[in-house]
């Protein structure tokens, strides 16, 4: 049996059409627009769901949401770098799937898998943190349940000591700027050490003063302090 | 802060190339094949790693790896439905990385995040389940660190029972095949009825005999068995 190459698509300022503007599309609108894609929704407006109506409405001062009140049109495709079709009309949705493939635009047709290049998942979101559990279509409903034993999981501050490291990570590569070789490999190992001897609460908890300090008292003399005594040395 | 979309790509016998044979490009080799690609591999074989070596010579009877010894030439990409480069090479691997983009041909670029159209996060695979963890390049670390925790949150039986349940559903399509409306709604609420009542270890046990037990005397009575009534039954 096969599966799917799972993958991170990177969306930011790309433009992603989505025809339709049900329930279905909406979900589709907020995953893209939380990837930092600029969105075109093109659906009449009868066709709107509510949460569709609020996200557009939502929206009006980022301008990351193109409403084009109508049905779809092939020049619709022009711009698009992925599109999302989510409607009822399948004959349309098998031409959309059709075109995008000729165009080789990545394409999702919703309940219609030949016509995808791609599925989605049960998803999770912590910030940074982003999780997909995919039962490669088996089973949408143990999808489900795994995805929420997989939620109780993760650590509460999970997503906020991700931001945190990140930063460190930043300011790391400020200080010791040089590429490959020696220097990556020492920053790297530096960090790791941090984070195993670190809980993920305490990494969540660090402010901007107390990552300058880890840098100046840890990183500079090559070593890690332990959480209790960092923040001993801060009462 | 903008993250990725996570999706499932799907790669059945779809045309794989992997620019590259060592540790990187045997893991990206590793993941096309499970997801059922017919990869490519175009590498010097000085350059291949022992993994990749092995996963050539593995695969001499089924026909799912194409070993080209030599660099890269840009007819490489002419049969290939998306491209992952995994070489040291920086100037060759922007050229491959901008042919692609010219064919929009999925791209990623190893170790360059802005010639990737997407990217590899931390996977978990049993057997039809698959997990993708991505802190969206700000820590490896506690992707790595969470995706263990992760792991153990997963129950035992969860691959198989995904399993079972995607057979279930096939035998039930057969038995009921119309798509839509009531007779999907009803197929929907009894699988998820069993799924919700029966522990994951409980669907995982079923085996053919089973399923069609819980076919005529669940789904035919419209009931769903507890699962003692159900082994009771069996003794």
């Given at each position: 049996m096969s599966g799917s190459l799972l993958i991170a698509w990177q969306l930011k300022d790309k433009h992603v059409l989505v025809v339709g503007g049900g329930q279905v599309a909406s979900s589709r609108v907020e995953h893209a627009l939380a990837a930092g894609a600029i969105v075109t929704v093109v659906s009449p407006?009868?066709?709107?769901?509510e949460h569709t109506k609020s996200l557009i409405a939502t929206d009006s001062n980022y301008n990351r949401i193109l409403f084009r009140d109508r049905t779809f049109l092939s020049?619709?495709?022009?711009?698009?770098?992925m599109v999302l079709a989510a409607i009822d009309d399948v004959d349309l949705s098998r031409d959309i799937g059709t075109s995008c493939r000729a165009r080789r635009i990545p394409v999702n047709v919703a309940d219609d898998p030949s016509y995808c290049d791609f599925y989605f998942g049960s998803q999770i979101r912590r910030g940074p943190l982003q999780v997909m559990v995919s039962t490669n279509g088996k089973s949408p409903k143990l999808a489900n349940i795994i995805r929420r034993r997989i939620e109780d999981s993760i650590p509460q501050g999970a997503g906020e000591a991700i931001e945190k490291v990140g930063l460190l990570r930043d300011k790391l590569r400020e200080r010791s700027p040089q590429v490959g070789g020696e220097a990556s490999k020492r920053r790297m190992k530096w960090v790791v050490e941090l984070c195993t001897s670190w809980e993920m609460d305490d990494l969540a908890g660090l402010d901007d003063v107390q990552i300058e300090r880890l840098l100046n008292e840890g990183w500079e003399r090559d070593v890690v302090p332990s959480r209790d005594s960092f923040v001993d040395d801060d009462q």
């Amino acid at each position: 049996m096969s599966g799917s190459l799972l993958i991170a698509w990177q969306l930011k300022d790309k433009h992603v059409l989505v025809v339709g503007g049900g329930q279905v599309a909406s979900s589709r609108v907020e995953h893209a627009l939380a990837a930092g894609a600029i969105v075109t929704v093109v659906s009449p407006a009868q066709g709107l769901s509510e949460h569709t109506k609020s996200l557009i409405a939502t929206d009006s001062n980022y301008n990351r949401i193109l409403f084009r009140d109508r049905t779809f049109l092939s020049t619709d495709l022009d711009d698009a770098d992925m599109v999302l079709a989510a409607i009822d009309d399948v004959d349309l949705s098998r031409d959309i799937g059709t075109s995008c493939r000729a165009r080789r635009i990545p394409v999702n047709v919703a309940d219609d898998p030949s016509y995808c290049d791609f599925y989605f998942g049960s998803q999770i979101r912590r910030g940074p943190l982003q999780v997909m559990v995919s039962t490669n279509g088996k089973s949408p409903k143990l999808a489900n349940i795994i995805r929420r034993r997989i939620e109780d999981s993760i650590p509460q501050g999970a997503g906020e000591a991700i931001e945190k490291v990140g930063l460190l990570r930043d300011k790391l590569r400020e200080r010791s700027p040089q590429v490959g070789g020696e220097a990556s490999k020492r920053r790297m190992k530096w960090v790791v050490e941090l984070c195993t001897s670190w809980e993920m609460d305490d990494l969540a908890g660090l402010d901007d003063v107390q990552i300058e300090r880890l840098l100046n008292e840890g990183w500079e003399r090559d070593v890690v302090p332990s959480r209790d005594s960092f923040v001993d040395d801060d009462q």
